[in-house]
């Protein structure tokens, strides 16, 4: 948790304008990213932008590029206070989200690709991430439903 803190204020100061799917969203891609074993410092958000989101009768889509800049703390033992290096790692982010309907809203599918920004500009990838995010605005529509236990029941005969 006191790993977090720090990572929470700042945050809290660009958040003020996000919905509360988009603030979790980016909670969770900082959580992603700081939990990949090749991150040793903590990051905070740059910014945010890009942002899409979608309400249909499955749930809500969010889509959203988010901009990390490298702090000066380790992952390992945060500091109250974390200066951003400015001539340091300045990774992107795009997530796409897909949330269900319920009051607490469940994460249907999730996608999300970070890398240098120039690495998520290239064609290959973002053709990728773009039918990524497609198959995940499109679960919980249609023939994609969520599978829950019970909906199916098979039985099958002991021998004689």
Known sequence: VSLWL???????????????????VVRDVLEYFHGRSSVHFLFKEREVDGVIEREDPSGTFVQLRLGLAQT???????????????????????ACYKFDTSDV???????????????????????????????VEEAGKGGDTLYLPGMFAFSRGLPA
């Not at 380790?74 to 992107?92: D, F, G, I, M, Y």
């Not at 469940?106 to 690709?113: A, E, I, S, T, W």
């Open 72 to 94: 000066a703390c380790r992952k390992r033992a945060p500091q109250r206070h974390c200066r951003v290096l400015e001539s340091r790692r300045r990774p992107t982010c795009l």
């Open 105 to 135: 809203p469940k994460v249907l599918d999730k996608y999300h690709n970070c890398g240098p920004s120039h690495h998520l500009a290239a064609k290959e990838i973002r053709q990728r991430d773009e039918a990524e995010c497609r198959a």
């Open 6 to 24: 720090p990572l929470a204020l700042g945050v809290a100061a660009v958040a003020a304008g996000q919905s509360p799917l988009q603030r979790r």
